[in-house]
């Protein structure tokens, strides 16, 4: 049971737009904690995707935003493409723990 | 560019301690979190703890009793140590860094992880 909620999967077609969310609670999304979001692909190491909600890092392409409201937050990817099948987790910062806090992960599968 | 390097000794039996360690280049160690997360095969990730240089870790509640995190300046490397090891901690293990120097930045350096694999 991650301490952070995601759907297990979703699926798009390619040219579709497509969303994941990512709910936590009181004391860590809910505490104003920013929400990351990192894509892995199989057999590789995850890749940070999204920074501090909605930032994203040099090279990562325009069609992935982030978004949060409350104790939610929501990763966005428009224009879908093949290339982009991966499983995608969200991470928070939980002051119960004093830690880092992950997202169950989502499968993203384009149909 | 940062780059990590996990080495670690890959197999190894219940009850034993797993020794892994992080090698950094291209880059100084200091003035970054580093962390330590773990993914059980088919499994989400799990937060370890972290450690940064010259400040006292800060490990997962659950991992607390059997876990110890050093970090080594002089070597670029920080390490860990995992005791009394079940097939449960069986995983492959990350090391990764926040270079931002804001532990609650988001973790934007990874190693390519290393498996272990814990047998009875």
């Known amino acids: 049971q991650s301490v952070l909620t995601q759907p297990p999967s979703v699926s798009g077609a390619p040219g579709q737009r497509v969303t994941i969310s990512c709910t936590g609670s009181?004391?860590?999304?809910?505490?104003?904690?920013?929400v990351h979001w990192y894509q892995q692909f199989p057999g590789r190491a995850p890749k940070l995707l999204i920074y501090?909600?909605?930032n994203r890092p040099s090279g990562v392409p325009d069609r992935f935003s982030g978004s949060k409201s409350g104790t939610s937050a929501s990763l966005a990817i428009s224009g879908l493409q093949a290339e982009d099948e991966a499983d995608y987790y969200c991470?928070?910062?939980?002051?119960?723990?004093?830690?880092?806090?992950f997202g169950g992960g989502t499968k993203l599968t384009v149909l | 560019q940062v780059k990590l390097q996990e080495s670690g000794p890959g197999r190894m039996k219940a009850s034993e301690t797993l020794s892994l360690t992080c090698s950094v280049s291209?880059?100084?160690?200091?003035?970054?979190?580093c962390y330590w997360i773990r993914q059980p095969a088919g499994k989400g990730l799990e937060w370890i703890g972290r450690?940064?240089?010259?400040?006292?870790?800060t490990y997962n509640p659950s991992l607390k009793s059997r876990v110890t995190m050093s970090i080594d300046t002089s070597k670029s490397q920080f390490s860990l140590r995992l005791t009394s090891v079940t097939a449960a901690d069986s995983a492959v293990y990350y090391c990764?860094?926040?270079?931002?120097?804001?532990?609650?930045?988001?973790?934007?350096?990874w190693g390519q992880g290393t498996m272990v694999t814990v047998s009875s």
């Open positions: 990764a860094i926040i270079s931002t120097g804001y532990y609650l930045d988001g973790i934007n350096i």
């Open positions: 291209g880059g100084s160690i200091s003035s970054h979190y």
């Open positions: 450690i940064y240089t010259g400040g006292s870790p």
């Open positions: 009181s004391s860590n999304t809910g505490a104003g904690y920013d």
């Open positions: 501090s909600n909605s």
């Open positions: 991470q928070s910062y939980d002051r119960s723990l004093s830690g880092s806090v």
